[in-house]
């Protein structure tokens, strides 16, 4: 009996063992350095195009990591890319493209009643393969989809660090 017990314990604690090794989860996440990286060029991108904007970088948590306001930007655009990238990096997925889906599918356009989601262009998902690892949000050209474009060229510049 005393062995069955013993063999019973050690079995539960080889199952414990495996289930917690488990639940340990590794994630890529978002560097500093990467972010000022992302952030720079991303006011540089726009910057060339004309536009003052505002551009804020969080990581996969939501998180702020960077923040870069072009001269002139105005002071509404740090808040506008900060809710744009927040939103993107929550849903893992464009703020153009959420919009879209929201004006088309009326189920859809209670999004904007999530605290601090933004359904305007400009926020882009930062990406390694299909794991989403931060966002970056844009707000301050005449547009959302032209503050999606400088998010998208910066992205490039950076890309071979996205692996």
């Known amino acids: 009996m005393r062995h069955i017990i013993q063999a019973s314990a050690l079995c539960l604690s080889l199952v414990a063992a495996a289930a917690s090794a488990q639940s340990v989860r590794t994630e890529k996440n978002m560097s500093l350095d990467l972010a000022n990286q992302i952030a720079s060029a991303t006011v540089a991108a726009c910057t060339i195009s004309g536009y003052a904007v505002g551009v804020t ?79 970056v949000g844009v707000g301050g050209a005449p547009g959302g989809h032209l503050d999606e474009a400088c998010a998208v060229a910066a992205l490039d510049k950076v890309k071979d660090q996205l692996k």
């Open 57 to 135: 970088v969080v990581d996969r948590a939501g998180s702020v990591r960077a923040v870069q306001r072009a001269d002139n930007a105005g002071p509404h655009t740090l808040s506008a890319s900060l809710q744009k990238a927040f939103t993107s990096a929550s849903a893992k997925n464009s703020t153009l493209a959420m919009m879209e889906a929201a004006q088309k599918n009326p189920a859809a356009a209670n999004l904007t009643d999530i605290p601090g989601f933004l359904l305007l262009g400009g926020g882009v998902p930062v990406k390694v393969g299909n794991e989403t690892i931060g966002a």
